[in-house]
């Protein structure tokens, strides 16, 4: 079992600066990978980035790209979801989750995941 919170999220202006925290307790964090994903309300779960489990291949969407940056820090059982030149659009609840042990390759669908966080709320005012 893995539990994960996820913390960081807030109200920022357009053009701002986030840290998504996504801490982590359970079993065997550092053989997982871990995504991050935004839902608004009556839409899909989007994926947002994504980690392997030694933290050296990432994946981001093309909404993101350039402005997220997602790493992690095994010894500290966290990853992070660093935003920048935040968009109105980027406004959502933010969610990130752990794959099981040893994926075979990075993950980019919700089902693909097995455990997730409760959410932060992320709002971008214009």
């Known amino acids: 079992q893995v539990q994960l919170v996820e913390s960081g999220g807030g109200l920022v202006q357009a053009g701002g600066s986030l840290r998504l925290s996504c801490a982590a307790s359970g079993r065997a964090f550092s053989s997982r990978t871990v995504g991050w994903f935004r839902q608004t309300p009556g839409k899909e779960r989007e994926f947002v980035a994504a980690?392997?489990?030694?933290?050296?291949?990432?994946y981001d969407a093309d909404s993101v790209k350039g402005r997220f940056i997602i790493s992690r820090d095994n010894a500290q059982n966290t990853v992070y979801l660093q935003m920048i030149s935040l968009k109105p659009e980027d406004t959502a609840v933010y969610y990130c989750?752990?794959?099981?042990?040893?994926?075979?390759?990075?993950?980019?669908?919700?089902?693909?995941?097995?455990?997730w966080g409760q959410g932060t709320q992320v709002t971008v005012s214009s």
């Open positions: 989750a752990a794959s099981r042990p040893m994926p075979s390759s990075i993950l980019k669908k919700a089902d693909e995941y097995a455990y």
């Open positions: 980690i392997s489990y030694s933290g050296g291949t990432t």
